[in-house]
Nanobody, 124 residues
């Protein structure tokens, strides 16, 4: 099992930056592909970014490409989402998820482990 805890959310203004962290713990916390998803009020949960276990593969949603960067520190069992040039439409609860295997996927149903979520609010 893997336990995930997100941190770093908050209220920022349009154009600001924010970094989310996701700390993983548990006997099988390593060797997972990791993903970030988000859910805005009244909308379905959507894929944001994912990173493979080897750190060589990264994939982003078109809406965040060029603004967000996903990275990981396997020594700390932590995944980061650096968010730059934030827009009001980025406002959502952001969830960290562990894939359960090394290959990334953009489908939320392929991630069995989830954090509790971190609120990100971007004001205009």
């Amino acid at each position: 099992q893997v336990q995930l805890v997100e941190s770093g959310g908050g209220l920022v203004q349009s154009g600001d930056s924010l970094r989310l962290s996701c700390s993983a713990s548990g006997p099988t916390a390593s060797n997972h592909a990791m993903g970030w998803f988000r859910q805005a009020p009244g909308r379905e949960r959507e894929f944001v970014a994912a990173i493979g276990w080897s750190n060589d593969t990264r994939y982003y949603a078109d809406s965040v490409k060029g603004r967000f960067t996903i990275s990981r520190d396997d020594c700390l069992n932590t995944v980061y989402l650096q968010m730059n040039s934030l827009k009001p439409e980025d406002t959502a609860v952001y969830y960290c998820a562990a894939r359960g295997r090394s290959l990334i996927d953009t489908r939320s149903s392929y991630y069995p482990y989830w954090g509790q979520g971190a609120q990100v609010t971007v004001s205009s």
